[in-house]
């Protein structure tokens, strides 16, 4: 039971559960369901509010500010009997420890994400834009701070009051800004790497700023203290690199690739990072330093580093770190923002951290040669604020340097310029998606001794192996045209991604995020290079990061740039151990839908029944049966190609089957408005298959028939007697009527529908082609420029 409540003293300390209802005991008087409660609405209303903001691509952090503000006394919290019965005075020391907690270990999580050896290497650059982004804020708000000591901050104590305004002026937030640089697509271009660099930089200095300024606005008369504070968090530094870096990088080589961390090595580094964060707040300089001191010297490279960020995010993100926002809320009352003076002071506040930020961020870009257009939207990305922002007000207001007008105003400032950072960036800087134009767009060609380029996409590393031996089938014997592949891992944007997770990705792209730093290593890439060693074959890796809603654009603007022939992806069913297909997401199913709409060249969709087993096959032992069924149609005629590329490779055989209607059954010969077109195409199908079958390549591994077919049930029991083939090779939209009842998967075709159904086959895979149509491409993603070509030329020639 509380302790009675006298006027003038605190509230008692809550008991920790209550005894139930029916014990005529409310359970909002007790510590535990009144948390759990408080941390439901939370995450429901922040979410909510998240989900309502995503058209707006605004990063998750707006939402979760704007929903502690709205939980606080600014909004729901101007009635006095929600906030005595959902956040009553008496629990929030619970909600202040729970949301310190998530807060520590997010810390950790963000000091993981900056590689200290990265941003040692920054290059001058990036270096210059970071400290002219610091400094001529700082200097603002330096100059801000006297005109609010002189309006609504009387009496503060000036020297801790200025490095405050100074700090939180000057701050760029890190993790906002991968996360708006990645849903803007601009991670990996040189503005994103340049933003991400210099963020990097920015976000050290805050932290060494903030320390300071911690030291500075303690309670004790003597300067030495001051001192003392500062030479112990220099210490505790120190400690950090010669102590506990050895321990964490010692478990993070116990942990080798592809094998299981060690519970206990999870558990020991959680304890140091609270052992660390009792250690700085014991000196003076905050709890959140030790963690975050912590994260920056545990070691990046490896498996420990991507388990524990893994281990700690769904927790600390998605449950713990709102509770700190709705913490932050219930301080901030925006009605104390009144009158003339209050409101001019916001304005001054939001202007002066504009003019900082943009000017110094500009200035400096300018001097070093980048465009003024790049120069502005380096100016706004730099202008992002988030958690580190609120950190910063919060413990400034703990340390009665900010009262609640100051801290509503700063907190209403880091709101407004985050949020118009995303609609400001894509106003001015829409970078054009130009591309050389070439002409090898499809497999079909009349140069077989030039390159073939494909891209192919895959989610995981289940798609690899029959990937790579699709690959190596399709190789030829490398005396004929070299083959480049392409390989783009896709990976959906989600919220669960970390910045060092999208950073490590995107420099895979050919344009690293950081200079020159350790390769990746990736199992999926490793598998790729593996295999390049291997053959006479260039692979690429290749990382779209990007919302399910658009990655076909980074999938079909990559293709047109990197000048590929076909783009091969994944079918969105993956086989179970019974032989049923199973969607893995609707999300993949439309991504390849929007790609055959939007492809500048020709397309495959693979539907994956163990080509070659779980492992890769060596040339050796290739040895695959291919059938290509052959109705007609450019779709037709593109697989036809693509199975007489892949009969180069000695150890294919390759059965090409002509279906010729006796009457009525196929497409062509029905009764039709377009008989001139249909009868052309007839003609364009004969003399393709005529010349194909004098084609030098066609060896003793090539057999062609016709078969003659009267109805739809014909092709099935025509198709069924080769289902002991390894692999199908399909036109999508080939000329024949639908042969199945289901309308569920339109983007493999008629034929490709009954091939990939369970009932046909278990064993043999499918490969369903799509022909590039010049016709069709009337919305191209890309604008061709000529004097793209040689630029397109020294990429494709450069190994990334």
């Not at 535990?32 to 707006?56: D, G, H």
């Not at 990046?300 to 932050?328: M, Q, W």
Request: aromatic content about 8%.
């Amino acid at each position: 039971m509380a302790s009675t409540n006298v006027t003038g003293q605190c509230p008692g300390p809550m008991k920790a559960t209550s005894n139930g209802a029916f014990q005529n005991e409310s359970p909002l008087d007790f510590a535990l369901p009144l948390i759990i409660l408080q941390i439901v609405l939370v995450v429901v209303f922040t979410r909510l509010l998240a989900y309502f903001l995503k058209p707006l691509k605004q990063p998750r952090v707006i939402a979760e500010i704007i929903g502690g503000i709205l939980l606080g006394p600014s909004a729901l919290g101007r009635s006095k009997a929600y906030l005595d019965t959902i956040f009553p005075k008496k629990s929030l020391t619970v909600l202040d420890t729970l949301a310190n907690i998530g807060l520590l270990f997010f810390l950790f999580l963000v000091g993981l994400e900056l590689d200290f050896t990265a941003i040692r290497k920054t290059g001058k650059k990036s270096l210059l834009i970071a400290l002219a982004g610091i400094s001529l804020p700082f200097v603002v708000g330096v100059g801000t701070s006297f005109v609010l000591s002189a309006t609504i901050s009387k009496g503060v104590n000036q020297l801790p009051f200025i490095v405050f305004m100074g700090v939180a002026l000057s701050i760029t937030a890190f993790p906002v800004l991968a996360r708006i640089l990645a849903e803007l697509k601009l991670l990996t271009t040189d503005i994103g790497r340049i933003a991400m660099s210099a963020a990097g930089v920015n976000d050290v200095a805050a932290w060494i700023l903030l320390a300071l300024a911690i030291a500075l606005s303690g309670d004790g008369t003597s300067p030495l203290v001051s001192v003392w504070v500062l030479l112990c968090g220099s210490g505790f530094v120190i400690f950090a690199v010669v102590a506990i870096k050895p321990l964490l990088a010692y478990m993070a080589r116990r942990c080798p690739e592809g094998e299981p961390v060690k519970e206990l090595y999870v558990c020991v580094t959680l304890t140091v990072v609270l052992a660390a964060s009792f250690v700085t707040d014991t000196i003076g300089i905050h709890a959140l330093f030790g963690a975050f001191v912590v994260g920056i010297v545990a070691p990046k490279e490896g498996p420990f580093c991507r388990i524990l960020t893994e281990k700690i995010e769904d927790l600390v993100s998605g449950l713990l770190l709102p509770l700190y926002f709705a913490a932050s809320g219930l301080k901030t009352d925006v009605t104390t923002i009144r009158g003339a003076q209050s409101w001019g002071l916001l304005v001054l506040v939001i202007l002066t951290t504009c003019f900082g930020k943009i000017v110094g961020t500009v200035g400096a870009s300018m001097l070093c040669k980048v465009p003024f257009r790049e120069a502005m939207t380096l100016g706004f990305l730099m202008n992002t604020k988030g958690l580190v922002e609120l950190i910063v007000l919060n413990i400034g207001k703990d340390r009665k340097v900010l009262n609640d007008q100051a801290f509503a105003i700063l907190v209403l400032m880091a709101l407004f310029t985050t949020f118009i950072t995303t609609p400001i960036v894509m106003l001015i800087y829409k970078p054009a998606r130009k591309g050389a134009p070439y002409k090898h767009r499809t497999i079909q060609r009349k140069d077989h001794d030039s390159e073939l380029r494909i891209l192919a996409c895959f989610h995981s590393t289940r798609n690899i192996p029959t990937l790579i031996n699709l690959i190596e089938s399709s190789r030829g014997t490398g005396k004929k045209g070299r083959l480049c592949v392409y390989a783009m891992h896709l990976m959906e944007l989600s919220e669960r991604s970390s910045a060092i997770a999208m950073v490590h990705k995107a420099r895979n792209n050919g344009l690293p995020i950081w200079n020159k730093i350790e390769r990746s290593t990736d199992q999926m890439v490793i598998a790729f290079e593996a295999y390049q060693h291997l053959r006479a074959v260039a692979v690429r890796p290749m990382t779209a990061i990007s919302g399910l809603s658009s990655i076909h654009e980074d999938i079909c603007t990559s293709a047109h740039q990197k000048r590929v022939a076909m783009i091969l992806l994944p079918f969105h069913k993956h086989q179970r151990m019974d032989g049923a297909m199973e969607s893995i997401g609707h999300g993949f199913h439309e991504v390849n839908q929007r790609v055959l709409q939007r492809a500048p060249c020709s397309v495959g969709i693979l539907v994956d029944r163990g080509l070659g087993g779980t492992s890769q096959v060596v040339a050796s032992e290739v040895a695959y049966k291919v059938v290509v069924p052959f109705f007609g149609g450019l779709d037709d005629r593109e697989a036809l190609a693509y199975g007489m590329k892949m009969v180069e490779h000695p150890g294919i055989t390759l059965t090409v089957h002509k279906f010729v209607a006796a009457r009525g059954t196929l497409k062509r010969f029905e009764k039709s408005e377009h008989d001139e077109k249909e009868k052309t195409e007839k003609e364009t199908d004969e003399e393709f298959v005529r010349e194909l079958m004098n084609d030098p390549r066609g060896n003793e591994s090539l057999a062609y028939e016709e078969r003659v077919v009267e109805s739809k049930e014909d092709i099935i029991a025509t198709l069924k007697s080769m289902s002991k083939c390894n692999l199908f090779v399909v036109g999508r939209n080939a000329a024949v009527a639908s042969l199945v009842n289901s309308t569920d998967c339109p983007e493999l075709g008629p034929v490709g529908r009954l091939l990939s159904s369970s009932e046909f086959s278990t064993t043999a895979s499918v490969l369903v082609v799509q022909g590039y149509d010049p016709a069709a491409d009337t919305r191209p993603l890309v604008e061709e420029d000529e004097s793209y070509e040689q630029a397109s030329r020294d990429i494709s020639d450069s190994t990334v």
